[in-house]
Every structure is written in structure tokens, then in C-alpha cells.
């Protein structure tokens, strides 16, 4: 079975940074594509930043593009969210999932993966 678990969430100020991990297992590939999503308060999920299975290709969409970096260790099979500039609307619980079926990441962004792991809750204050 494949196991994910988001960890690193917390509460941060308006500006700050914060790293996320996710812990992968049970993949017999690690060259999956890996993503992570959250869900703000109210709303649906999203994807926020995702690497392609084959090629290592990253997509972020544009509100968070410039501030949120993700990157995979393969050493240690996690699966790393950094989160610089954090902003009250960045405030939700942050979830990485995978999706054995899909290699693209801006698809996997732009899906629903069948996999998930437990999320992580970040609260940004002002």
C-alpha cells in the first residue's frame, strides 16, 4: 500500500517561511510523479506544486510560482515543499498525493490524485 505523510505545518507570520516534507512508501517506483495540494478553509483542493514522474518536471501555478519551491530526496524518499513569503491566503491543510496513473505534473496539479496522505495544517497570521 502506498503510505504518504505530510509533516512541517504550523503557525507562521504574515512573510515568513516554512518547510514541508512528505514521507513516501510502499511506491516500487521512485520516480513517481508527487504532488502537493491543499485546502484552504471553505474551499476545494488545489494543487499548488507538482514534479512529472519521468523527467523530473516541475510545475507551480502562478500564485505561488515565485514564493514555493518543491524537490524530491530520493536519499531519504521524501518529498520537500518550501514556502518562503507566506501570506494569510496561503492558510489551509497541505497534503501531498500521488497518482500512480499520471506522469505529467501539471496534470497531476490540475487533477484529483487517487493517493493521499494525511495533511499538515499551516496557519498564517497577519
Known amino acids: 500500500d502506498v503510505q504518504l505523510q505530510a509533516s512541517g505545518g504550523g503557525l507562521v507570520q504574515s512573510g515568513g517561511s516554512l518547510r514541508l516534507s512528505c514521507a513516501a512508501s510502499?511506491?516500487?517506483?521512485?520516480?513517481?510523479?508527487i504532488s502537493w495540494f491543499r485546502q484552504a478553509p471553505g474551499q476545494e483542493h488545489e494543487g499548488i506544486a507538482c514534479i512529472s514522474r519521468y523527467d523530473g518536471g516541475i510545475y507551480l501555478p502562478d500564485f505561488v510560482k515565485y514564493r514555493f519551491a518543491i524537490s524530491r530526496d530520493k536519499s531519504q524518499n521524501t518529498i520537500n515543499l518550501q514556502m518562503n513569503n507566506l501570506r494569510p491566503e496561503d492558510t489551509g491543510v497541505y497534503y501531498c498525493a500521488t497518482d500512480l496513473g499520471q506522469a505529467s505534473s501539471y496534470a497531476l496539479c490540475h487533477s484529483r490524485p487517487t493517493e493521499w496522505g494525511m495533511g499538515t495544517l499551516v496557519t498564517v497570521f497577519s
Open positions: 510502499g511506491l516500487t517506483d521512485d520516480t513517481y510523479a
